[in-house]
């Protein structure tokens, strides 16, 4: 007797994405985003803006993800969704539409946490990628988070560093508005950087105790080098533009990466994930591929569709936790912060 396929519907609408993915048991099936550009006038995300295009947007996103991936609503085992963190406003509409379908479909609900996702996102079978072994370490990289997790497996997770200030994406994006450069500034950054010598200017890399991290000190150390040199020379950005973003993404690099060699040494585990919209960086895949030779790590590099918000790594978590019959009823909550 062949097993029933599980179908999960998931949606993501955290910040300013809204997604929509459907999976067969652990294999994608579909995986729809509808980005909002209209924040990119204001240079960063505004929440209000965001809820309502979130409104608009999700029936449209859900309608075309149950069609990519050629079944019907009434076939759907449960409805997975981004429970927090995030913008209130946001997420409020993912969990109020989850909710109803759920509730008229009569099927299970399931809550998940975002950050979760970014890391069991690798467990997504997909062709050409490996999954980790338990326990692995976890680096998830974002707008809203730098965190070294020990993961131990799907359900138990312990954070052992993380930033005591700016996100490394928010890092990046602050540090492009310096260069004057538009928003979201961090993969232009990235662009500018391949064509750019890492070694041209020099920052020094923040002392923080632990596996943490910190970023604002080395954003307003960039501030002053830039203001510095901009009243010597008016040009100077237009000028050594690549250079610019070559060195600062490699000290960003290099702080990432010593932390997470100290915590490999600490725990012993050489299996190393990296997770989030960050992780879509050039030069920080680069290096953690570098890092497999350098350190014998097995390191392992989520697909690019799966690195920034996605509903996809939405489903992957609500796969696993149906599976434990892990589920909510309609007093769930929303929460913009919640326990890791």
Known sequence: MTKQPIYILAIESSCDDTAAAVLKNDKVLSNVVARQSIHEEYGGVVPELASRAHQQNIVP????????????????????????PGLMGSLLVGSSFAKSMALSLNIPLVSVHHMHAHVLAHFIDEEGFD???????????????????????????????????????EAFDKTAKILGLPYPGGPLIDKYAQSGNPKAFT????????????????????????????????????????????????????????KLKIASQETGITQVAIGGGVSANSGIRTTL????????????????????????????????KFLEKQFEDASVVSKARIEF
């Open 131 to 169: 999954k980790p072994v338990f326990p692995f370490l976890a680096m998830t990289i974002s707008g809203g988070h730098t965190q070294i997790i020990n993961v131990k497996s799907f359900f138990e997770m312990e954070i052992i560093g993380e930033t005591t200030d700016d996100a490394v994406g």
């Open 203 to 258: 920052f020094t890399k923040p002392k923080v105790d632990g596996l943490n991290f910190s970023f604002s000190g080395l954003k307003t150390q960039i501030l002053y080098f830039i203001q510095k040199n901009v009243k010597e020379n008016p040009n100077f950005i237009e000028e050594n533009r690549n250079d610019i973003c070559a060195s600062i993404q490699y000290t960003i690099i290099q702080i990432l990466m010593e």
């Open 289 to 320: 591929k570098e890092a497999e030779t350098k350190y014998g790590w097995k390191t392992f590099i989520p697909k690019f569709e799966y690195t920034t918000d996605n509903a996809a790594m939405i489903g992957i978590v609500g796969y696993y």
């Open 61 to 84: 996103v859900i309608d075309v993800a149950l069609k990519k991936a050629g079944i019907d609503k009434s076939q759907l085992s449960g409805i997975a969704f981004t429970q927090g």
